[in-house]
């Protein structure tokens, strides 16, 4: 697919791996339009890369709320008059055992990690199918293909994002819409204090900061910088590839779990 002077559409863009696919997209000659929920945020990183000749253009968006998604297409297709590169990366974590997880934080986790790549297939595909050409990439994560204690509700919205977007690559098959999935493991961003985005009623005291260098130690692996990622992204997009894993250790898990299917195994823990 041919990335320059054409228009993407990325949620989650004011920072991590958003932000890196804007940066880089721009780089290839793409118009972007940032989505994001966090306003100020999303202004001040907008306003940076404009300054800087990139074509932007920002658009606050609750990616849990349909009515917002459809406002974004909207919006994109105000400004730049199409749309070839969708991708739904928004996402949002909360750590807790499943029995514990209260109603609303598992509406808000689902609803970002989820529904927001739902949304944003319904409202974005048929415009591609039309045009005859485009690409969504979903983010995901490692944790959709092998699963962990403490991370229910992520597990399951990121689980399902892998369904969705299978599923998606061969309705798609024949359309020229491409369809890949990114399954990130841990990558330098600030998921882990995703509560700071959290609706005020889930009563999430403020998140603390949480150094990458103690994630790596605890994960027992390295921080991949979101600007890799990026690159993974671009190439998977240009050759039309569907998995885009960003660390070797995960298909040693996912073979792992694969074979635990295979021999009726019990689920166990893969550090």
């Known amino acids: 697919m041919q990335l320059a002077d054409r228009t993407a559409v990325i949620t989650g863009a004011a920072s991590g791996i958003g932000l890196a696919l804007t940066e880089r997209l721009l780089d290839e000659g793409m118009s972007v339009v940032m989505a994001d929920i966090e306003a100020d945020k999303l202004r001040s990183e907008a306003d940076r890369l404009i300054a800087a000749g990139g074509a932007v253009t920002p658009v606050v968006c609750d990616v849990s709320d349909s009515a917002q998604i459809e406002a974004l297409r909207e919006?994109?297709?105000?400004?730049?008059?199409?749309?070839?590169?969708?991708?739904n990366n928004a996402?949002?974590?909360?750590?807790?055992?499943?029995?514990?997880?209260?109603?609303?934080?598992?509406?808000?986790?689902?609803?970002?990690?989820?529904?927001?790549?739902?949304?944003?297939?319904?409202?974005?595909?048929?415009?591609?199918?039309?045009?005859?050409?485009?690409?969504?990439?979903?983010?995901?994560?490692?944790?959709?293909?092998?699963?962990?204690?403490?991370?229910?509700?992520?597990?399951?919205?990121?689980?399902?994002?892998?369904?969705?977007?299978?599923?998606?690559?061969?309705?798609?098959?024949?359309?020229?819409?491409?369809?890949?999935?990114?399954?990130?493991?841990?990558?330098?961003?600030?998921?882990?204090?995703?509560?700071?985005?959290?609706?005020t009623a889930l009563g999430f005291r403020p998140p603390a900061e949480v150094p990458v260098e103690q994630l790596e130690q605890f994960m027992g692996t390295k921080a991949m910088d979101p600007a890799d990622v990026a690159g993974r992204v671009v190439y998977a997009v240009q050759a039309d590839k569907f998995w885009i894993i960003t660390h070797q250790v995960t298909q040693a898990r996912v073979h792992g779990r694969n074979d635990d299917l295979a021999q009726f195994r019990n689920p166990q823990f893969r550090p």
């Open 75 to 87: 919006a994109a297709l105000a400004a730049h008059g199409s749309v070839h590169l969708l991708c």
């Open 91 to 199: 996402g949002v974590a909360s750590g807790r055992p499943n029995h514990r997880t209260r109603p609303e934080v598992w509406d808000w986790v689902i609803g970002v990690n989820l529904l927001g790549p739902a949304y944003g297939c319904t409202a974005f595909a048929p415009l591609m199918v039309e045009q005859g050409e485009g690409h969504i990439v979903n983010t995901a994560s490692e944790a959709g293909l092998c699963s962990t204690p403490m991370l229910g509700s992520y597990h399951a919205s990121k689980y399902g994002v892998v369904g969705l977007s299978e599923s998606l690559r061969m309705e798609l098959e024949g359309t020229g819409v491409g369809v890949s999935c990114l399954c990130p493991e841990l990558v330098d961003t600030k998921i882990f204090e995703s509560t700071r985005n959290a609706p």
